[in-house]
């Protein structure tokens, strides 16, 4: 039997696998990734230092037990080099030199990768991002025994990060183009209760600001901002959102966008061949965060054992881990509407209407976090119907 | 008089613990709630996994 291959061992791929094997045992897995396949939970690395964990900690299990609880078999540290649509079979690179698989199924589960800024000077390539377990180790090996960490993006991981390292005693510097933190998610009323949540002597903010040049000075980084401020500091980290992976599918004559492009029921524009995850991109868009990947994945595990199922993934909160003022985020999937802010000194709720008044979605702050649940039955379905044109 | 110890749960994603004792109130779960009795629909309130994809710490 010609097995279901699935690239990618991060959690979309991971929970994907754990959802085949909870319907069927018998159809062979095997899991390829350029990574080591050990199981960790992403979102833990822009909070590990508040947790007490070093970056092993966060390891919850290693490839041999991954392979024995799941019955998959993985190959790890191999990149797939190219796929043969037509033949259904792929070629891969990796510690046992260059194979052919064919695959029953493909699935694309490669996630994406940190957007890297146009910055000049002589330590640019000194600028780290953290997408991955091994980013984060070298990242957490650069600021050991140092204070000064720059963060470049304001937005969920970036804002996460600055409250787990100013926490922990370093000096943190966050420079972001807009007016306020999270200001994609959130209005500026409580963009402010989240900034002056944190104490002044641990963290600066430099609003309407980019970061120009990054040049070394000795043991340290001179950062220039767009203001034409200079600042002195250890490490500068750049957390400005994720573009996803497509560069494979691509090659494959795969139909991509801004990522690889799937139907309802996660089929891209090739017959076998699926995505999810951060990787797919469905009605024009994205899906990131944790919560959408393990919808499709029980989706895409009822499909790919034979029953076609669509996606359907209900109203969703994000948590960001402040630890000053906690925040849920509610993002909504439409624009166009209004913010109706509500609540006392940090305690906010904002509510995203419609016309109509009907809420399309919402952020909390302070004590008002408890409002989640009875908010999230409040929402409008998100509306994820735009047909996409797929390309047979 | 008998009293069953509470438990807790992790979830197999993210690591999250459910204690019984503790409960999720936050969630609407009311401290003291055993597992068995959270809806079988409920997701882990940080991930979104299944309640069934959460193992029993022993």
């Known amino acids: 039997m010609k097995p279901i291959v699935v690239i990618g061992s991060g959690h979309a791929g991971v929970t994907l696998i754990r959802e085949v094997r909870q319907l069927d045992l018998k159809t062979p897995v095997i899991l390829i990734t350029k990574d080591k396949a050990n199981t960790y939970y992403k979102p833990n690395l822009s909070k590990a230092i508040s947790m007490g964990k070093s970056p092993d900690d966060l390891v919850m299990k290693c490839a041999e037990q991954v392979e024995l609880d799941l019955g998959v078999q993985i190959v790890s540290n191999t990149v797939v080099e190219s796929i043969d649509t037509v033949n259904g079979s792929l070629k891969i690179n990796g510690a046992e030199g260059q194979c052919s698989i064919a695959y029953k199924d493909l699935v694309f589960a490669v996630g994406a990768a940190p957007i890297e800024l146009p910055i000049n000077g002589d330590a640019a390539d000194q600028v780290l991002s953290v997408n991955t377990l091994d980013e984060y180790r070298l990242f957490r090996s650069e600021i050991k025994d140092k204070t000064n960490v720059l963060i470049i993006g304001a937005g969920f991981v970036g804002i996460e990060f600055a409250s787990d390292l100013s926490n922990s005693d370093y000096q943190v510097d966050v420079v972001d183009m807009g007016d306020w933190p999270l200001q994609r998610s959130l209005p500026e009323e409580l963009g402010s209760s989240i900034r002056n949540s944190f104490k002044e002597d641990t963290l600066t903010w430099h609003f309407g600001a980019s970061v120009v040049t990054v040049n070394r000075q000795g043991e340290k980084l001179e950062v220039t901002l767009s203001t034409g401020k200079k600042l002195m500091v250890d490490v500068v980290l750049s957390a400005v959102g994720i573009k996803p992976n497509i560069q494979l599918a691509k090659e494959a004559n795969i139909s991509v966008n801004r990522g690889i492009v799937v139907d309802e029921c996660l089929r891209t524009s090739h017959k076998n061949i699926y ?33 076609v199922s669509e996606l359907s993934i209900p109203n969703l909160a994000v ?17 166009g509407g209004v913010w109706d802010v509500d609540g006392e000194s940090n305690d906010l709720i904002a509510r995203y209407k419609n016309s109509e008044g009907q809420l399309l979605g919402f952020a909390l702050t302070g004590k008002a976090i408890s409002q989640k649940v009875s908010l999230l039955k409040e929402c409008l379905s998100p509306v994820l119907t735009k047909q996409v044109e797929l390309v047979s | 008089m008998n009293v069953v110890p509470y438990k807790k749960y992790c979830c197999v994603t993210c690591d999250l613990i459910y204690d019984e004792e503790i409960g999720f109130p936050e969630e609407g779960i009311a401290p003291g709630t055993r597992f068995e009795d959270i809806p079988d629909d409920w997701t882990c309130p940080e991930c979104s996994a299944s309640k069934s994809d959460f193992f029993l710490v022993e």
């Open chain 1, 275 to 307: 995505a999810l995850g951060d990787c797919a991109e469905l009605s024009g868009y994205t899906l990131p965060f944790i919560a959408p990947a393990t919808f499709s994945a029980k989706a895409l595990a009822k499909t790919l054992l034979g029953t």
């Open chain 1, 319 to 335: 948590a960001v881990k402040i630890s000053t003022c906690p925040t849920v985020v509610c993002p909504s999937l439409t624009q």
